[in-house]
């Protein structure tokens, strides 16, 4: 059975950091694209990041870019989003899945999303 289980959501004022984490079970996470995805009140779930198996490659919204960073620890089977310069405009509830790529787009790869982190950035 997958889990997927993010945490180090928060309350944070806008230009704070969080760093989000996501541990897997029944899912060997080194053998898939892991990518993070948000979901705002109100809107529909959106892409954040993915990284490549080994971590040498990842991608952004453009909105998150030079701000998030994406990495991996293969060995503790875990992805991590850390989340600098926070604006308000990133509350949401966020979520990691492994992803797939089609086209320019990242997709989820399983109909399968963990319960997320609420991350919340107050002014």
């Not at 993915?50 to 991996?72: D, L």
């Amino acid at each position: 059975q997958v889990q997927l289980v993010e945490s180090g959501g928060g309350l944070v004022q806008a230009g704070g950091s969080l760093r989000l984490s996501c541990a897997a079970s029944g899912l060997t996470l080194s053998r898939h694209v892991m990518g993070w995805f948000r979901q705002a009140p109100g809107k529909e779930r959106e892409f954040v990041a993915a990284i490549s198996w080994t971590g040498n490659n990842t991608s952004y919204a453009e909105s998150v870019k030079g701000r998030f960073a994406i990495s991996r620890d293969n060995v503790k089977n875990t992805v991590y989003l850390q989340m600098n310069s926070l604006k308000l405009e990133d509350t949401a509830v966020y979520y990691c899945a492994p992803v797939f790529l089609q086209g320019l787009r990242y997709y989820p790869l399983y109909n399968y999303w963990g319960q997320g982190t609420q991350v919340t950035v107050s002014s």
